[in-house]
């Protein structure tokens, strides 16, 4: 299937520019994504432009992959509705390092191939570039009634907040990438989220007036849940690609807990499966959509290609532990079971207070399982609350060192999903 094709029947084609198709039939292409380094890891937010870059090497074409050192400074108002802060230069150098070593993981760089990818950072050029230069090269060819009619810069301008000059100047670096890319690296394609499209076509408006060069761009859509909450965001924020900061387990279950709507459009979307095969899943799922084939496969085929095998196999052996055999008392879990636990949020605990014996809404809010006493209370009353794989049948239970597995632990649940193990210490 071409490159287009496939990424039409996966829904991860939006905008596409007239010619782009022709051209990545007609010879290897170089493409280039940009990552904005506000964090030194990213999150699975980022995961379908890695996917574009992935998918557009197994068809044979040349990835760059740019971290936005030099734009990451100035902040892109695309879908923002306020200026965000601004990043020092160490904590900036620290994201790109963290962002491109993230990528080098998921993209094939031998140099030994045509095709072989490469890593850029937009600071290397920009860096070199005075003030009165970049006016006088680059300013001049773009207009401001040009940049004024995209809607990233129409929505600013019309709400309270406004736009800063720093921000109206992110479209025209954006745009001055594209073309530097286009005349050091012969790149002829950005891709980008749906929310890029203004800025990405600045890029080929510029390479046209500049030096009367042919650019092409495509973009995918943003993703959404069916219910309308935001993707990648769970209770605990961000879930984010770096497994020090969300854990293989966390991040199995969060494409587990996936909806039916969401795992069917997902799984075309985050794996490599192909369409045969996703038909046949989809069909098994409609059929008993009970077994939760979809969002089983789903977050195998995911967490195997973020976080690798060994870890998808931990995944696994912590879910069955915690999930599999629900009606098995928790004393039969050994220590090995309850450390090994990998994903489940760990908290200590003064014993002396288990010791004298504590009320359970205090030890939930004490622990921050809750973020506060009333929450607590009422998550307990309302059945949601299990220790030791029990049920808390009221608020009034008080929790003391005779409730601890192996005279150390003690097993929370919050909901269906979360899990913390709290250990006297």
């Known amino acids: 299937m071409h490159l287009i094709d496939e990424l039409r029947w996966r829904g991860m084609i939006q905008d596409i520019m007239p010619g782009t198709e022709e051209q990545l039939k007609k010879e290897m292409t170089t493409a280039y994504i940009g990552f904005d380094p506000t964090a030194d890891s990213l999150h699975i937010g980022s995961l379908v432009p890695i996917l574009l870059l992935v998918h557009l090497q197994k068809a044979g074409h040349k990835p760059i992959a740019l971290v936005g050192g030099a734009t990451g400074m100035i902040g892109d108002p695309s879908g923002k509705s306020q200026e965000r802060n601004l990043l020092d230069e160490e904590t900036l150098n620290k994201n790109v390092a963290g962002v491109k070593a993230q990528l080098e993981k998921f993209l094939d760089f031998d140099p030994a191939k045509a095709n072989a990818a490469e890593m850029a950072n937009n600071y290397d050029w920009f860096k070199t570039i005075s003030f009165i230069d970049f006016l006088r090269d680059t300013g001049k060819h773009i207009t401001i009634n040009y940049m004024m009619a995209k809607d990233s810069v129409k929505k600013r301008i019309e709400s309270e907040v406004g736009l800063s000059y720093t921000e109206f100047a992110y479209q025209l670096m954006q745009g001055y990438d594209f073309y530097w890319l286009y005349e050091n690296k012969n790149c002829k394609l950005q891709m980008g989220g749906s929310d890029q499209w203004g800025n990405i076509t600045t890029g080929t408006e510029l390479i046209r007036r500049k030096i009367g060069g042919e650019a092409f761009a495509f973009t995918c859509p943003l993703i959404k849940k069916a219910d309308g909450t935001k993707f990648g965001k769970t209770e605990q924020g961000n879930v984010w690609l770096d497994a020090s900061k969300t854990t293989p387990y966390q991040f199995y279950q969060f494409w587990l ?7 069917e459009g997902w799984i075309k979307i985050f794996t490599f499966l192909e369409k045969e095969e996703v038909d046949g899943l989809i069909a098994a799922h409609a059929a008993d959509a ?136």
């Open 257 to 263: 807990n996936a909806s039916d709507a969401d795992a």
């Open 290 to 425: 009970g077994k939760r084939i979809l969002q089983k496969r789903l977050a195998e085929e995911v967490t195997k290609f973020v976080h690798g095998e060994d870890a998808l196999k931990e995944a696994l052996e912590t879910t069955a532990k915690l999930f599999a055999n629900q009606t098995a008392p928790a004393e039969s879990l050994s220590i090995e079971d309850l450390e090994g636990m990998d994903g489940v949020i760990k908290f200590d605990f003064a014993a002396d207070k288990l010791a004298e014996g504590i009320d359970v809404v205090s030890f939930l809010a004490e622990t921050t399982i809750f973020p506060s006493k009333g929450e607590a209370r009422k998550t307990v009353q309302g059945g949601g609350v299990s220790i030791n794989r029990k049920k808390v049948e009221g608020i009034d239970m008080k929790i003391d060192t005779s409730l601890l597995l192996h005279n150390t632990y003690l097993l929370v649940q919050k909901g269906k999903k979360n899990y913390y193990l709290v250990k006297a210490v």
